[in-house]
């Protein structure tokens, strides 16, 4: 089956068959003509916030579904977290033809889970390797001790022998480079790992050779140690050593479709374009690279098959008003035009506000926010967020988010939020409310996975050896036993926030039990799992004062305080962008020139180059894009009064619709009071 099968008969019958089970005429499904083209088609789609991409991808998929016959080949849908297929299975898993997707021969997973089931692991099993997956750190510390007291070179400059592990401990050598590289048709050492250790070892000297290392790397295989970032390289080598792989995968998989396209880096597109290269294989992307905000972190190259590519565009968003859409295009990295805000704007809202600081008036933003969010309706603030580049604690001629709110401390998210409990984690889904879905999603999963160590659960290795659950291994368990949908309507009901009275409790653990299959749990794992009323008995005051990122106003509007990465996916009702600074350069300000003309040319990033300032412009612009698509009504901005020229003053009110607040100015003087009149 191809997707141009589908036809306009097929979509229109699909959207009235999920509408009449829906009373509610206004909470019906519709498609415009930019959306239907891309379910007809299979050209690579860049749909903006809001536009509603996660149920197209999830129409198209039952579109497909629906008539999909081959009980041999099927469909591959990829994204980047179990997140993101817990949101396209809650578009599809209802529906009879959609259920289809979590059983053979369709497959839906992250792009790692892809890696490893059908490349990696394969090929590790061939090997007669175990595989258990850590992150950096731990894959570090392991490494540092095996290389022992006993073990001597001779260091390159000093006519000396020292123990290795004095390279590690003083940061000469990264023990986290120590992994594998497919290089030349054949598995290697990291060439970075060897270049350091020709750096500072002299090892003929020594009696050593790079084959030692090796040889050691793969002693430690026997043992399952592998880095999540490792499971490319055994990809690529299992390709080398069997061509007949690639063919095998593209008979399975007639059809894939990704999505949330611009986080894939470039090793991963690198690796599905030697497997289903566009021009042989139906592929559709899915995507919006002008949210591509985590661009060569980590030192990963990001795509340039997707993210610098002509893409089908939908610029229409259901998310935000006219007044923040209009505001989006100055924004567009991509330059995709205008943007069309569906939201029908309220009654008497306050406009989209910039409000202007220097160092002895910066207290006054978040009050000043507050006081204008409290003009929207109640129902339609309870959101509020503020939010900036940079969350660390700043220098003494820094600028970060502590400089609007001293308390503020970025550790207090969900990336370093390990629950005591799985009470303590639903708690943390509850307290965040509007917050990034990803992060909650997270939180959750780390609870189970302790819950599971605690109880004894463990996962037998087809050679017999047994080991603890990680996420990978859960993952793998869940298809296994075709209980991925059961598992993810549990952790949906806690992700959303909802707090559970004491026998739906009781009856989510039982649930979450069978579908783990745990033993009688014992002591340990009992209290874990324990409902405690004092969580869900805390009062809005006694949160806050337990969250540093928690700014509550005087007039009562709640202001929850975060970083740009942090709120990613995430809708406000209102929000806050506040101006950071980061090496020498102020964000807001480098991007007042695009929110004065959006004609500008646009910073063109070089990320061999992250440091130079148009590499950290065209950042600048991707942040700040995402940040102010946050928000449905109320669109704010908190820049230095310095920053901002007469002549960009000017046009932004003027032109472009924004009042200007000026807290530098005495509220009752007669300059504020001309302000406030321009505004």
């Not at 030349?184 to 500072?200: E, P, S, Y």
């Not at 490319?232 to 007639?254: P, T």
């Not at 799992?529 to 869900?536: D, G, P, S, T």
């Amino acid at each position: 089956m191809s997707p141009t099968q589908i036809g306009e008969s097929d979509i229109d019958r699909l959207l009235a068959r999920l509408n009449s089970g829906e009373p509610d005429p206004t909470r019906h499904l519709s498609l415009d003509e930019s959306r239907r083209r891309a379910i007809l088609n299979s050209t690579d789609v860049q749909a903006c916030p809001g536009s509603g991409k996660t149920t197209l991808v999830g129409l198209k998929l039952m579109l497909l579904l629906e008539n999909w016959h081959d009980a041999y080949s099927g469909i591959c849908v990829l994204t980047h977290s179990n997140v993101g297929i817990a949101e396209i299975l809650s578009r599809v898993g209802s529906d009879v033809a959609g259920s289809k997707l979590l059983s053979y021969p369709h497959f839906i997973g992250t792009i790692q889970d892809f890696t490893n089931t059908f490349l990696a692991l394969p090929y590790a099993r061939s090997r007669e390797w175990d595989v258990h997956l850590v992150d950096e750190s731990e894959f570090a510390k392991i490494i540092e001790s095996a290389f022992g007291w006993n073990f001597k070179v001779h260091d390159r400059k000093e006519n000396e022998k020292y123990q290795f592990s004095y390279y590690f401990k003083n940061g000469k050598i990264d023990a986290s480079l120590f992994s594998f590289e497919h290089k030349d048709g054949q598995l290697k050492i990291k060439a970075d790992f060897m270049d350091r250790v020709h750096r500072f070892v002299d090892l003929k000297r020594s009696g050593y050779d790079e084959d030692y290392f090796f040889d050691k790397r793969v002693r430690f295989c026997s043992d399952g140690l592998f880095l999540y970032s490792e499971m490319y390289e055994l990809a690529k080598q299992a390709i080398a050593s069997n061509r007949e792989l690639v063919a095998a995968l593209r008979s399975r998989f007639k059809i894939v479709i990704l999505d949330e396209m611009q986080d894939t880096q470039r090793h991963q597109d690198e690796l599905l374009n030697v497997i289903f290269p566009p021009t042989r294989c139906s592929i559709q992307r899915f995507g919006d690279p002008d949210q591509s905000i985590f661009d060569a972190m980590g030192g990963q190259l990001p795509n340039i098959t997707y993210n610098e590519a002509a893409l089908h565009c939908i610029t229409e968003s259901h998310r935000f008003v006219p007044s923040i859409a209009s505001t989006l295009a100055s924004l567009s990295y991509r330059r995709v035009g205008s943007f069309t805000g569906l939201r029908s704007p309220l009654a008497d809202s306050p406009r989209n506000t910039i409000f202007l600081f220097e160092s002895t008036s910066i207290e006054k933003v978040l009050p000043a926010f507050a006081t204008l969010a409290l003009a929207l309706p109640k129902q339609h603030r309870s959101v509020v967020k503020a939010i900036g580049g940079i969350g660390k604690t700043a220098s003494a001629t820094g600028l970060t988010l502590p400089s609007y709110w001293a308390p503020f401390d970025s550790k207090i998210q969900s990336a370093s939020f390990r629950a005591k409990s799985l009470c303590d984690a639903v708690r943390f889904c509850a307290r965040a409310g509007g917050g990034d879905v990803a992060s909650r999603y997270d939180v959750l999963l780390v609870a189970v996975l302790d819950w599971m160590r605690r109880a004894g659960r463990k996962y037998t290795t087809r050679f017999g050896k047994c080991i603890s659950f990680n996420r990978t291994m859960l993952n793998a368990y869940l298809k296994e036993r075709e209980k991925t949908l059961a598992f993810g309507e549990v952790m949906n009901l806690f992700i959303r926030g909802y707090v559970p009275s004491e026998d739906e409790w009781q009856e989510a653990v039982n649930v979450l039990t069978s579908i783990l299959e745990l033993p009688e749990l014992n002591e340990r794992a009992s209290e874990f799992v324990a409902y405690n009323r004092v969580h869900y008995e805390e009062s809005d005051e006694q949160i806050s004062l337990k969250n540093p990122n928690v700014y509550d106003s005087v007039d009562g509007v709640r202001i929850v305080l975060s970083t740009i990465h942090g709120v990613k996916g995430e809708t406000h009702d209102a929000t806050l962008v506040c101006e950071t600074k980061y090496d020498h350069w102020y964000d807001i300000r480098e991007m007042v020139q695009f929110l004065c003309n959006a004609d500008s040319v646009r910073p063109i990033a070089d990320y061999t180059q992250p440091k130079s300032k148009e590499t950290n412009r065209a950042t600048f612009m991707k942040r700040l894009f995402v940040a102010m698509s946050r928000p449905r009504y109320l669109l704010c901005l908190a820049m230095t009064k310095s920053h901002l020229t007469g002549a960009q003053r000017t046009h932004l009110q003027a032109v472009a619709g924004w009042a200007i607040k000026d807290l530098t100015v005495k509220s009752g003087s007669a300059e504020a009071r001309c302000l406030f009149e321009q505004s």
